[in-house]
């Protein structure tokens, strides 16, 4: 059963830019007194990692556009659930933005928490959807030479090593499933080492203590600058731009399936006052369109795919998310919450 229909809704369709086309980016009028003081974001990830640089790249947009200071508070920890609690203790008012991803959809399936992502929470953007790619140290002999990585060759160790290579990993049902894929179409296995803290993750590798790393390009790409990092496989129907170079599944190993992304998005909580919600959704959309932030995207090689769709579209993925990680758990034997059985 395939896994990616949650991530392919939105992009074959092609929602969300249309958006942007009407009112979101004229004058954006205020609620009333909306917002008179400092806004919060909580990021349900650890500091230096994707979710905290997608939410470090809105903050000046979304403070110039509102005119109060946009405050980050990283709460990693739990595969992403840690951070729940002191979202779910603020009051209903727009002055607390939750800042998760796709695994809302996963961890809500099996049990892990119990807030619903449209139902207990209101959707207000999605500003990243990237896909993922597969890293190596670039001192590691055994899979690169001449400066080159070859996938070949991490295959070659794994399938001579069963469950000896090591994937440094995060706990979230993307990446896991991704992995799973891989494994299934190359013919081997692997060692999952889970990691919440960005920089342990990223570490594990470029210290030499770890195999491969599993990741999403734009948030390593300033360690594969620096020559910590060299890309080994784009988990992609056709090779990224930003790493020419680099063999992807679909076009150089014939690998027919749609993969994964990753999706960061904002949530406020469901009976905050309609206008507020209404209000974020124009403010998300014209910060996501700003120069500053376009650049961002570019510069993280987060224009792949399009990445920004609103409240309305965004609630629609959620809901198909949920669905679909329903399916698959149910048929793979995972663990479902209760209420879905």
């Given at each position: 059963?395939?896994?990616?229909t949650l991530f392919t809704y939105g992009i074959a369709a092609g929602l969300g830019l249309a958006g942007f086309a009407g009112s979101a980016l004229a004058d954006i009028k205020k ?36 005119g109060v200071k946009v405050n980050k508070i990283n709460k990693p920890g739990g595969g992403g659930v840690n951070c729940l609690p002191d979202f779910q ?253």
């Amino acid at each position: 059963m395939k896994l990616n229909t949650l991530f392919t809704y939105g992009i074959a369709a092609g929602l969300g830019l249309a958006g942007f086309a009407g009112s979101a980016l004229a004058d954006i009028k205020k609620p009333g007194a909306y917002p008179k003081r400092p806004i919060t974001i909580i990021v349900c990830y650890g500091k230096g990692g994707g979710s905290d640089q997608a939410v470090a790249a809105m903050q000046g947009p979304l403070s110039k556009i509102m005119g109060v200071k946009v405050n980050k508070i990283n709460k990693p920890g739990g595969g992403g659930v840690n951070c729940l609690p002191d979202f779910q203790q603020a009051p209903a008012d727009g002055y607390t933005i939750l800042q998760h991803g796709d695994g809302m959809a996963s961890k809500y399936v099996s049990g892990d928490m119990d807030l619903h992502p449209t139902k207990d929470l209101t959707p207000i953007a999605i500003t990243n959807v990237a896909p993922t790619a597969m890293f190596v140290n670039p001192k590691d002999d055994r899979f690169v030479s001449g400066g080159m990585a070859s996938w070949d060759k991490v295959v070659a160790y794994a399938k001579a090593n069963p469950g000896k290579l090591n994937v440094s990993n995060i706990n979230v049902a993307m990446e896991l499933a991704t992995m799973g894929k891989l494994e299934e179409y190359f013919g081997f296995t692997s060692k999952q080492v889970m990691f919440d803290k960005p920089a342990q993750r990223y570490g594990a590798v470029i210290g030499g203590k770890l195999d491969v790393l599993m990741e999403q390009p734009g948030d390593v790409i300033k360690h594969v600058q620096a020559g910590k990092l060299l890309p080994v496989i784009a988990i992609w129907p056709e090779r990224f731009k930003v790493f020419a170079d680099t063999k992807a599944t679909g076009a150089d190993y014939g690998m027919k399936w749609n993969p994964l992304l990753r999706i960061r998005s904002f949530w406020v909580k469901s009976d905050t006052p309609q206008e507020i919600k209404d209000y974020l959704d124009a403010v998300f959309a014209k910060a996501y369109q700003g120069d500053d932030h376009q650049a961002f995207l570019k510069r993280k090689a987060l224009d792949i795919v399009n990445s920004y769709y609103g409240s309305k579209d965004m609630a629609k993925i959620f809901n198909e998310a949920v669905s679909t990680y329903a399916k698959v758990f149910k048929a793979t034997g995972q663990r479902v919450r209760k209420d879905m059985k």
